[in-house]
């Protein structure tokens, strides 16, 4: 069985109180913890608590032992799990709903996933496809303050990557053009907003 990775803690101050969970809770309450969206999850070796068991953490209202996980981090969206569950239960967007909560309460321990997420939607924001060297550059200005040797620990894949024409040598701070997505972007915030 695996076990969460380190104590909680509050040190950031943003830990969200189990009222905050009400939702999720709500989604996922049908949960019989057979353990097939764990079974199903592609990233679950990665993960520090197994799916079913995070779903058993949010119903006990476990906040502490939630937002110290990296597990919902982990999480790529593939909706193995939703359509697999015995209980028809929306797995993935309960997933995404926790995501939420990390990255609106600036918890410093997911400051690392926000950024990446961030900045990768950003790029795809500004020029209607990901590219490479601008998303990864703003990436490292973001998270070089406090980890100034990050970039040095990709450099061998980024060479594997220009290598294997997986990425493309580009001016990393283009103006965003044609394709640009903004518009639809600005719509689905304002959906949002008044949902
Ligand atoms: S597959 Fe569904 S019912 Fe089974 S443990 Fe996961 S969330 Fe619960
Ligand atoms: S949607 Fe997320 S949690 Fe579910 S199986 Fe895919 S990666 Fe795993």
């Given amino acids: 069985m695996k076990t ?5 803690t509050r040190q950031d101050g943003a830990v969200p109180d189990r009222e905050a ?27 520090d608590l197994t799916p079913r068991r995070l ?7 476990e906040t502490d032992a939630i937002f110290t996980s990296q597990t919902f981090t982990l999480c790529s969206a593939c909706y193995s799990c939703t359509l697999r569950c015995p ?21 410093s321990r997911y400051k690392p996933s926000t950024a990446f997420y961030g900045h990768f939607m950003n790029t795809i924001r ?3 496809r990901i590219r490479e060297t601008e998303f990864i550059s703003r990436y490292f200005l973001t998270m070089t303050p406090s980890k100034p040797m990050l970039p040095l620990s990709y450099t061998g894949l980024g060479f594997k990557l220009f290598r294997k024409g997986k990425m493309a ?4 701070f283009a103006a965003p053009g044609k394709r640009s997505l903004e518009k639809i972007f600005q719509k689905v915030e304002s959906m949002e907003a008044s949902a």
């Fill in 55 to 61: 779903w058993r953490m949010v119903l006990m209202g």
């Fill in 87 to 107: 209980r028809g239960l929306p797995l993935t967007e309960a997933m995404h709903d926790l995501k939420q909560m990390a990255f609106r309460g600036h918890m």
């Fill in 21 to 47: 969970l009400h939702a999720i809770q709500k989604k996922i309450q049908a949960c019989i913890q057979c353990g097939t969206c764990t079974a199903s999850c592609p990233n679950e070796f990665a993960m």
């Fill in 126 to 128: 500004r020029h209607g």
């Fill in 4 to 8: 969460a990775a380190a104590p909680p």
């Fill in 169 to 172: 040598i580009e001016y990393p």
